[in-house]
């Protein structure tokens, strides 16, 4: 038998070997993880992130803010194994990413993109099943039907459930996603953006799932624009500015008036909510001069 023969069939007999997946096991709360070390992401030869550190904690939501092109995207792509690193590391679970295999690396984290498109028109039921895959073939399979319709009752697209996914709007097909990932039922959840396309009550209530996840003992990375969002739902807040962390911290040492305006290179004030005390962020603005007054009557 020839060495390329004996090497073709090695290469079939490690193929037809299952292994059987490494379950993710209980954490702690406080405990990390997802951890970015000295991470640095090039385009085109150009850093677009460069000496970010990271660590993501179960129980915890922690926010990605920042003005447009400042890595928050590409970051969160980093720590999900999407993008390749010109240097430094990313670790689920105390592991590099390319020690877990791809279903290893999905049962314990789950990734929501701003795009989220597909090709063929599945029912929302189907797409949010496909959150399920990881689990295929393992005890907790059983339990798929009662998490998919749990998830699509919590984002509200429960009356979808039989509709294909072109059929909805830009909104609703972002809550159909949001339910496929959590359907995952990973411990890390990355999202980007979740809030982009919704109204005003489905963005409270996209943050309020993020929230209660967090509160169960998930680790939650949610990318916003909204400061106010991040002030209200944040445990911790991460600003980037140019690639690289500008600040880190609780929201009342990151959302201040003179750090912000420095960022996003504009005015900008920080008032408490007068009843909750929450972080209000509003960009100074100036009205035209030929408004006036409405005279009482």
Request: charged share 25%; aromatic share 2%; with cysteine.
């Amino acid at each position: 038998m020839s060495v390329r023969e004996r090497r073709r069939r090695a290469r079939l007999s490690l193929l037809g070997r299952r292994v059987a997946p490494r379950i993710p096991v209980p954490t702690s709360p406080g405990s990390i993880r997802a951890q970015v070390t000295g991470v640095r992401v090039e385009r085109a030869g150009r850093p677009v992130l460069d000496q970010v550190d990271l660590a993501i904690r179960a129980g915890e939501l922690h926010a990605l803010v920042g003005p447009n092109g400042a890595g928050k995207s590409t970051l969160l792509a980093a720590v999900s194994g999407d993008l390749p690193l010109a240097a430094g590391a990313v670790e689920v679970d105390g592991r590099p990413l390319a020690e877990w295999s791809a279903v290893e690396l999905a049962l314990r984290r789950a990734v929501l993109t701003q795009r989220s498109a597909l090709s063929f028109p599945f029912a929302v039921v189907e797409v949010v099943r496909m959150g399920r895959a990881p689990w295929a073939g393992r005890p907790e399979e059983a339990h798929d039907d009662a998490i998919v319709a749990e998830t699509m009752r919590h984002c509200d697209v429960i009356r979808f459930a039989a509709r294909s996914l072109p059929s909805l709007s830009g909104g609703e097909q972002a809550r159909v996603a949001l339910a496929r990932v959590l359907a995952q039922r990973a411990g890390v959840l990355l999202l980007d953006e979740p809030t982009a396309a919704l109204d005003l009550h489905h963005q409270e209530l996209v943050m309020r799932i993020a929230r209660d996840r967090a509160d169960a003992g998930d680790a939650v990375v949610v990318v916003l624009h909204d400061l106010a969002l991040a002030g209200a739902y944040a445990d911790r807040i991460t600003l980037l500015a140019d690639g690289r962390v500008r600040a880190a911290g609780t929201p009342a040492t990151v959302l201040t008036a003179p750090l912000l305006s420095e960022v996003y290179r504009h005015d900008i004030e920080v008032v408490p909510h007068p009843r909750t005390r929450l972080p209000l962020v509003v960009p100074r603005r100036r009205g035209p001069a030929h408004r006036t007054a409405v005279p009482e009557e």
